[in-house]
């Protein structure tokens, strides 16, 4: 498969994602280098060079609505997270990984995993695993925020190291669409791009499901009552007085119920709601639409009242201001 990414920009193109090399740091220097890049982009973990030949890595990262879409062409490598490494809150995160060619060992939660070109599997980021490529490979990552993930798929945590196949059924599909949105990224204009973001999670979510264990417990009248709670969010999420109160009345059900729902996902029912108006706002700093309209503007569209709480809840679930993720995309 070819993934080679055109340099050259239409005017209304996307940003050009942000390309890192080792082609122009000396031998000797490059697994420090490359260390340093995936414990700032991804997450922390130790890296073994090959013993023979030149460590060598190409990699093109874009920011993607919530998600973070990459390609990855390198050299034989293996990584490892030992327990208790250090962790930025924008790094709390599942990668999905897409084997685009070579070979790929997955190991964590106990359970190793080999892909084959096509194939799909994910990982918690912020929890022990090693990864061996003996050869060399390419790969797409797909960084996917953990409440975000949780929300779509019970078990998740069930579900990683796994084996999606990619040479048949939905795990065809979420493989092909993710490498065709990333083949074709510098091609689509922002908003086309940042809009492909929701329905690579819908796919990659069927995916997942597709392999889950068939032992997890879903109660389907817990998980039913859940669904309808999110979707009473959603449609009031604009809703400035939306509270714990105001949603168990929406949905006919008790706040300790609904607490509890969500405590089975390890957040909380107003968690909830301030991550999915963070989440919407990100995506409107992303379109062109609201390019002209003031941040706080934004803020207060998705139901925040102060600016200031706003700015430093969006820091704590970005990593980085709302200031510096909207001037990151327009660079």
């Known amino acids: 498969m070819n993934t080679t990414i055109s ?4 005017n209304n193109a996307v940003r050009a994602g942000l390309r890192l090399s080792t082609k122009d740091i000396a031998p000797r220097e490059r697994a420090d280098w490359l260390r340093e890049v995936i414990c700032r982009e991804y997450t922390h973990v130790d890296i073994s060079s090959p013993p023979h030949g ?4 190409e990699l093109v990262i874009y920011p993607w609505g919530n998600l973070q879409l990459s390609t990855i062409q390198s050299s034989e490598i293996s990584l490892e997270r030992l327990p208790n490494e250090p962790h930025f809150n924008s790094q709390d995160a599942y990668f999905a990984v897409i084997l685009l060619s070579g070979s790929y060992m997955l190991e964590q939660n106990g359970r190793e995993v080999f892909l084959q070109p096509g194939d799909i599997t994910i990982y918690d980021a912020t929890r022990p695993h090693r990864i061996h490529c003996p050869d060399k490979f390419s790969k797409l990552i797909l960084s996917i925020p953990r409440s975000v993930l949780r929300d779509k798929v019970a078990g998740i945590d069930r579900c990683t190291a796994l084996r999606i196949p990619g040479n048949k059924g939905i795990g065809f599909v ?10 074709h990224a510098d091609q689509l204009q922002d908003h ?9 999670l819908d796919l990659l979510t069927l995916a997942i499901t597709s392999v889950r264990p068939g032992d ?5 009248s817990r998980l ?3 669904n309808s709670i999110k979707t009473v969010v959603e449609q009031n999420l604009r809703n400035a007085e939306l509270d714990a109160s105001l949603i168990s009345r929406y949905a006919g059900l008790s706040t300790r ?3 509890g729902l969500f405590e089975e996902e390890a957040t909380s029912l107003m968690r909830y709601v301030w991550a999915r108006r963070l989440e919407n706002c990100g995506k409107d700093l992303l379109n062109p639409v609201f390019a002209d309209h003031r941040i706080s503007d934004i803020a207060f569209r998705w139901g925040f009242n102060d600016a200031a709480h706003f700015s430093r809840a969006f820091k ?7 200031r510096e993720f909207r001037c990151s995309i327009q660079r």
């Open 316 to 322: 704590q679930q970005f990593g980085c201001s709302p």
């Open 54 to 57: 030149e460590l060598s890595q």
């Open 7 to 10: 340099s050259k920009l239409p």
């Open 192 to 200: 086309e791009f940042s809009t492909l973001s929701d329905h690579a």
């Open 216 to 220: 997890i417990n879903l109660s389907r």
């Open 257 to 259: 119920y609904i607490n």
């Open 224 to 226: 039913g009552s859940l």
């Open 174 to 183: 979420a493989a092909n669409f993710l490498h065709s949105s990333a083949t």
